[in-house]
């Protein structure tokens, strides 16, 4: 099978390049950017075999020649909570560049559509346990824009009789994941803040079982014009998360407790003052929802439809994807979040 791949060096999408190839697929990536990591991911994807190509999702041009001869495309590439990105940054990106993506993979007789949405739609505070026949309650710019990506692919694929397949993961995790390199980083220290009970559940996925749903979704006919939660086998409270990592640390805890409520008016504080500088926040509204979310998804109905099981439990794809990080040649450093009012409270704070 030839395969389409948008964000092909990014998290998510390379390990799906790699599990592709490794399943003897043909791959034909797209990417946008080439910093020194992604160069390196590059790199390696070409030397398995992986066509790679630098391209803009916004700008059909730049990848439509490579749709020809198309059985499936899977589609990653997306703006992620960039802090002061505002909701037309988000629409352009993830809206618009999946329409456009779609109809390019339309016009050139591509058989199926996969795309990656999040299953943050159903809300970011959910009592019980979310199915694909929850409420949608997206809660900030980048839901919305999923959401609405997923609007786009539904229609444009149902005029064009293109079957597609929506796969709504979960918080994802793994080996060669930048968002969560200050976590690890700093429970691996001992520093790591638990503001609040840490009592609010977490359903991760790790990035290769995600990545085998993702290929499983490209052919499994029982899947056609669905759209799947992917979760991990379950969900457990913050605290718990951050005592496994911190267990195959080799550490006795993952750092202090203290409460919730100053660090979110400091988080206030420094975003609105940030904003009227018109300098990044070191700290967010945004960031305080890591320790906020409480949810917890049912897969059951993917795992039906695509023949797929979660393998990799939270100890073992935490213990993975701490050696990943310690096999890097250039650590990440910690770095201090809260620059301004958090020597109050003299921590470090991390955005997961």
């Excluded at 070409?46 to 001869?69: N, T």
């Amino acid at each position: 099978m030839r395969i389409f791949v948008t964000g092909a060096t990014g998290f998510i999408g390379a390990h799906f390049v790699e599990r592709a190839l490794a399943e003897g697929h043909e791959v034909v990536g797209l990417y946008r950017s080439e910093s020194p990591r992604q160069r390196e991911t590059i790199e390696q994807l070409r030397a398995h075999g992986a066509q790679l190509r630098r391209g803009d999702i916004l700008k059909p041009e730049s990848f439509v020649d490579a749709l020809k001869g198309v059985d499936c495309v899977c589609h990653f590439a997306a703006a992620f909570r960039e802090s002061g990105a505002d909701e037309t940054f988000f629409e352009r990106m993830n809206v618009k560049g999946t329409a456009t993506v779609a109809e390019a993979a339309a016009a050139a007789g591509v058989r199926r559509f996969v795309h990656c949405g999040t299953a943050g739609i159903y809300g970011q505070r959910v009592v019980g346990t979310i199915d694909e026949k929850t409420p949608i309650k997206p809660w900030n710019s980048y839901e919305r824009s999923k959401l609405a990506a997923d609007e786009q692919v539904r229609e444009i694929a149902g005029a064009a009789g293109m079957e597609y397949v929506i796969l709504r993961p979960t918080a994802v995790y793994g080996p060669r994941d930048e968002r969560l390199v200050k976590l690890f980083r700093s429970v691996e220290k001992g520093r790591f803040p638990l503001f609040g009970a840490g009592a609010g559940r977490r359903h991760m996925i790790y990035v290769v079982d995600l990545a085998d749903a993702f290929l499983r979704a490209c052919t499994s006919p029982s899947a056609v014009n669905r759209e799947l939660i992917i979760a991990g086998p379950k969900a457990v409270p913050l605290h718990e998360m951050l005592q496994t990592i911190a267990h195959v640390a080799n550490r006795p805890g993952f750092g202090p407790r203290l409460p919730l409520k100053p660090m979110l008016a400091l988080a206030a504080v420094v975003e609105d003052t940030c904003k009227v500088l018109k300098i990044n926040p070191p700290i967010y509204r945004r960031r305080m929802d890591f320790y906020l979310n409480d949810a917890a998804f049912d897969s059951r109905q993917a795992q039906r439809l695509l023949g797929w099981q979660p393998k990799v439990d939270l100890a073992e794809g935490f213990a993975a994807t701490l050696h990943s990080l310690r096999q890097e040649k250039t650590p990440a450093s910690l770095v201090q979040a809260c620059m301004v009012g958090m020597s109050l409270l003299a921590l470090y704070a991390t955005d997961p």
